[in-house]
């Protein structure tokens, strides 16, 4: 949606969009006092703004209302991903944020080739800020980085926990409440790590054959979505 834009100040009714985000709505729409845009900021809502005034490195505008978006959801989805490599990882953060993921953490696992650094860590989050605008979503998709011995712990806030597993021949059962799933790398997960992750997560089958692990990731979130019961 090339009018959609994404802001991270706003004071009382007014809202200030810097950066690329201004030099869009100036240069490229070529938007005037007057226009009206779409603008979200992460916090579930669509707000609707008519621009007061266009200036070079910022754009001012007001908001006439706010609504909450019809892609929010309360369900917190998160996926702890292996760290890809570069093409591969920025193709599943930008599939995984139209799925409606709320976060994913990336560790390195035994078989982790792949190094992120803070640049390339910016570089993905930049690309979760396009994915929402673009699927139309309020919030933005949270991208950090977890240590792979801490995952026990964090992992068990979810209801629902789960580990693709290749050798699995378990079936998605339904489910309610929140879930999070493991994905690995490439090269897949060692033995420990299976054993490991199996002791806390229900490992499950993403089918026969083997898929790339950005395949992977987006296949087993939009399985887990499917069978999952709204309550």
């Given amino acids: 949606m090339d009018n959609r834009y994404y802001f991270s100040e706003i004071h009382g009714e007014q809202v200030i969009l810097t ?25 579930g809502y669509d707000y609707s703004l008519v621009i007061d005034e266009v200036m070079k490195d910022k754009v001012i505008a007001s908001v006439i209302s706010k ?3 019809k892609a929010y959801q309360d369900t917190d989805i998160t996926v702890y991903l292996a760290m890809l490599k570069n093409d591969a990882l920025s193709t599943a953060i930008d599939h995984l944020a139209e799925l409606n993921v709320k976060s ?6 035994d078989y982790t080739i792949a190094v992120i650094d ?6 993905l989050k930049s690309i979760a800020t396009q994915a929402s605008k673009q699927c139309e979503r309020a919030d933005i998709m949270d991208i950090s980085i977890i240590d792979k011995k801490d995952i026990e712990k964090d992992i068990s806030r979810y ?5 693709a597993f290749e050798d699995s021949d378990q079936k998605i059962s339904s489910f309610t ?45 939009s399985m887990l979505k499917a069978v999952k019961h709204e309550s």
């Fill in 159 to 163: 209801d629902n926990r789960f580990f």
């Fill in 104 to 109: 994913v953490k990336l560790f390195k696992s």
């Fill in 19 to 43: 950066g690329g985000e201004a030099q869009h709505i100036s240069r490229v729409r070529r938007c005037r006092e007057g226009d009206r845009i779409v603008a979200f900021n992460g916090d």
């Fill in 118 to 123: 803070d640049k390339k860590l910016d570089k």
């Fill in 67 to 69: 609504q909450i978006n």
């Fill in 177 to 221: 409440g929140d879930f999070a799933v493991i994905i690995g790398p490439e090269g897949g997960f060692s033995r420990e790590e299976n054993e490991h992750f199996s002791r806390f997560c229900q490992n499950i089958s993403l089918g026969k054959t083997i898929l790339r692990a950005e395949v992977a990731c987006i296949s087993a979130v």
